[in-house]
């Protein structure tokens, strides 16, 4: 354990403000001439900027409306993705439109095997059961043979 006393550094004694007043107005001169100096080092570049101001800014206005064009065409809201969410749209809505007609005729399916209607029933005892009135023929069409699964493993590829 440390019980050394460290001295205390000196306290700064603030200037006055009339000092630091004093002090600026004797170098305002030097400041002065400091500026003057970097003016004329800067005059050449601040004529040839101001006698092509206008070039510049059309070039700025250029370079601002090719990046506001490739932005909207190709940014990630522009004119392209635009167009393919349109199109995933109309095909996902042709795909409900036809899941909603195939919902539909189920529903009527559903109604009609539901009420007495003996003619319904019959239709699908004869399509579902293969059955069939006396000097009926029933055709039914082959299945296609099933395909072998996949080895669920690697080792049976080797």
Known sequence: MDLRVVRVSKVRILQRPEEGLRALVERAPEAEAW???MMEKLRPTLTLLYTLRRRLATAAVAVITVWLFAHVMFGANGMVVYRQKKAEFQNLQKEIDGLQKENDL????????????PRAIEKEAR???HYARPGEVVYVSPTPPARPS?????????
């Open 127 to 129: 399509e579902q059961l």
């Open 106 to 117: 189920y529903t009527g399916q559903i109604k009609s095997l539901q009420a007495p209607d």
């Open 150 to 158: 996949a080895p669920g493993n690697n080792s049976a590829k080797k």
């Open 35 to 37: 500026g003057d100096r």
